[in-house]
């Protein structure tokens, strides 16, 4: 035994002397060296290879870089939290380090040229600010531009399968710049529908019967009257203009605000012009008029702002009361949430116990009133649609500042868990359980005179939780929906009355033209609807949708286009295409019952027009209306102008919409993720090693 502790006396000394370190330094030194290293920790594994936390810290700080290169505003990172965007597709550091990862085995190069381009452009007080506020070096950001740029380069080389060809080009111009010009005189239900008829039950029940499972937007003839998604909310409003006449505000206070802003507050008077002088001699002189006072801007006097100084501070200080009450009841409303642990199944929190309390927001916003001694409402909706919402007095226009075009009040209350029952990495954003209440106050705005002019301003703060979601469903009552259902038998019937009064309408016009048509048929001028002729400009088959419609139609495999709204009709794939076909070469008008009335007898006794007029029947049901309508004349495409100019914007607006679609799939998580055989281990969020912090990235080198 001695002999064994001679031969290892040093190893024993080492371990003795580590020991009393530790017992030194304290026990938490020990844990620290015994755990495992964080940044070692496997999350994943692409391209065959282990992910580790330590290389996704690379990621966190490029996203860092990028978000303080391109500012991305603070209440868009509460919301959005660690992310980095590519189009309309939010990345986590996860996400973007496969990218990364990607354009490197690619073998993508990114020269010292390209990074250059990319930080001259950014204004020299962003890059001083990057350094001396954010601590941020320029290696660091060279290095996450350098990826930015390899990411976005090993992206573009999918727009060459997008490259349209001659005969796609060719079909795109055809259809957005061939015109069509009609006339038209639109028989509708409205003009044959008895509004104060009444209705046999009978007819309500079966009409009742067969469109209450129907959508009235996607059934043919515009009935339906399937409930779509709809929420109940309880919401708070802070409204300025009952809590600023509360607020009180010192002649003092106003006068001071006067001298330092006096030059906001002007008013015009009209002065007399400065005579011009000129020399005249008797022949030449005339008596002249006298010139106009002329408009001239000048400063108000303090008594002729003062009720403009008053009436702002009353709102400036009124807000800022709202902001702090606001924030108070919110807190208040999140404390039961705060210890919730996400369901990481869902994405969603658990609700707790207590906070699905119907009184427990009145509470809260009752006490909150009391002690900041303002008038705060608290109301409670029935289930309502989003459009419902939308329209919603209190509701209407409400947004969250600086979280995107998504972040009106209305859409965000509609993605909730009941109707998105787990989130995916792509939903990063608001997304709310039921009774969990919003993250910040939304806004309201409304026209505000601030000095001398109106001005859009906050005319009220709202926080919202949803206390109730269903899903789309059919109307179990008939009483539900009693009052549409009876209009809409009433509009039927008079639909139904209208038809032979068109085909009458279009018959005679066939023979004599529209014009002199309705000329013979007097009763259809007078009201209720009088009939008119109406000449709407020269319209194309498809016309391309908005960018957000357009990306809809992409992402769905359907060409970007859509019906063209025409004048006195609307947007009705129905009629242009109806009105196309009557200048399709061959084209003969469908066979049709035609009413033997006195006009139709007295329009055979005239004689026909020559060449005959090119007339058709359009019946659209959704619209209630029955067209008669008369080919003008077409506008095809310009064989010059379509090579000259129309072949080029064709084949750039095909290849962006393509292109934009390709990159926007790219960028999607579940692609990233087939294409690097990406397989999930761990957390790349971490956890389960409080007190231990990953490592900084190293200095990088200088590029």
Not at 311 to 328: D, G, T, V, W, Y
Request: include cysteine; charge should be negative; aromatic fraction near 8%.
């Amino acid at each position: 035994m001695m002999k064994w502790l001679r031969a290892h006396s040093k190893q024993i000394m080492v371990i003795v002397v580590l020991l009393a370190m530790f017992s030194f330094v304290g026990g938490s030194a020990l844990v620290s060296f015994l755990a495992p290293n964080p940044a070692k920790e496997v999350v994943a594994r692409a391209y065959g290879s282990e992910i580790t936390q330590g290389e996704l810290s690379y990621a966190r700080r490029d996203i860092e870089v990028l978000e303080n290169i391109f500012f991305v505003p603070q209440q868009f990172k509460a919301q959005y939290g660690e992310v980095w965007q590519f189009g309309n597709r939010k990345l986590t550091p996860l996400h973007w380090y496969l990218l990364a990862q990607e354009a490197e085995k690619c073998g993508v190069a990114v020269s010292d040229q390209e990074v250059d381009q990319q930080i001259e452009a950014l204004p020299p007080e962003t890059v001083d600010m990057l350094r001396t506020v954010k601590r941020i070096t320029p290696p660091e950001i060279r290095q996450a531009l350098r990826r930015q740029i390899a990411i976005q380069k090993n992206a573009n080389h999918i727009l060459q399968s997008a490259m349209p060809s001659e005969a796609e080009v060719k079909h795109y111009i055809v259809d957005t710049e061939d015109k069509i010009r009609v006339k038209f005189a639109a028989v509708s239900a409205e003009k044959f529908a008895d509004k104060d008829a009444p209705v046999a039950e009978e007819d309500l029940a079966a009409h009742f019967a067969r469109y209450k499972d129907m959508d009235p937007i996607e059934s043919d003839d515009g009935f339906g009257y399937m409930h779509p998604r709809r929420v109940k909310l309880q919401y708070i409003v802070a409204d300025l203009a009952d809590i600023a006449p509360q607020v009180q505000v010192s002649l003092d206070a106003v006068k001071a605000y006067w001298k330092a802003n006096k030059a906001n507050y002007k008013k015009t008077i009209f002065v007399e012009p400065e005579p011009t002088s000129q020399t005249t001699t008797d022949a030449t002189s005339q008596p002249t008029t006298k010139p106009a006072p002329q408009p001239k801007q000048v400063e108000k006097s303090f008594s002729e702002a003062q009720a403009d100084i008053d009436r702002e501070i009353r709102q400036k200080n009124a807000l800022q009361i709202a902001e702090q009450a606001m924030k108070k009841a919110l807190s208040l409303l999140a404390k039961p949430w705060q210890d919730v642990k996400t369901d990481p199944a869902t994405g969603y929190k658990p609700v707790p116990p207590g906070a699905d309390a119907t009184a427990v927001m009145q509470e809260i916003s009752d006490r909150v009133s009391r002690e900041f001694g303002i008038p705060l409402k608290f109301i409670e909706t029935g289930l309502m649609s989003e459009a419902d919402l939308a329209a919603e007095p209190n509701l209407r226009g409400a947004f969250l500042p600086g979280a995107g075009a998504d972040a009106s009040l209305s859409a965000c209350a509609f993605r909730i868990q009941p109707f998105h029952k787990e989130k995916t990495e792509d939903d990063i954003g608001m997304w709310l359980q039921l009774h969990q209440p919003v993250d910040a106050p939304f806004t309201g705005m409304s026209p505000q005179m601030l000095g001398g002019t109106f001005q859009y301003t906050t005319a009220r703060l709202i926080i919202f939780r949803v206390v109730d979601a269903r899903e789309s469903e059919a109307p179990a009552e008939l009483s539900e929906v009693r009052e549409r259902v009876e209009r809409d038998v009433r509009l039927l019937k008079g639909y139904q009355k209208a038809e032979p009064v068109a085909r009458e309408l279009y018959a005679i016009a066939a023979r004599l033209g529209l014009v002199k048509a309705l000329d013979m048929m007097p009763a259809l001028k007078t009201s209720p609807g009088p009939v008119m002729i109406t000449t709407p400009p020269a319209f194309a088959r498809r016309t391309r949708l908005n960018d957000a419609l357009a990306r809809e139609a992409l992402d769905e495999g359907r060409p970007p286009l859509g019906a063209p709204s025409v004048t006195g009709v609307g947007v009705s794939e129905a009629f242009v295409d109806a009105c196309f076909e009557m200048a399709s070469s061959g084209w003969t008008p469908p066979a049709m019952d035609i009413p033997e009335t006195e006009q139709t007898a007295a329009a055979t006794t005239q004689p026909a027009l020559e060449p005959a007029p090119v007339v058709r029947l359009i019946s659209l049901p959704k619209l209630r209306k029955h067209f008669v309508v008369e080919l003008e004349g077409t506008e095809p495409v310009d064989a010059e102008k379509f090579a000259s100019q129309l072949r080029q914007n064709g084949y750039y607006r095909l290849l962006a919409d393509r292109g934009n679609l390709l990159r926007s799939k790219w960028y999607e998580t579940t692609e990233i993720e087939k294409r690097v055989g990406f397989e999930r281990l761990g957390d790349p969020a971490g956890g389960g090693l409080e007190g231990i912090h990953l490592p900084q990235a190293p200095e990088p080198p200088v590029f």
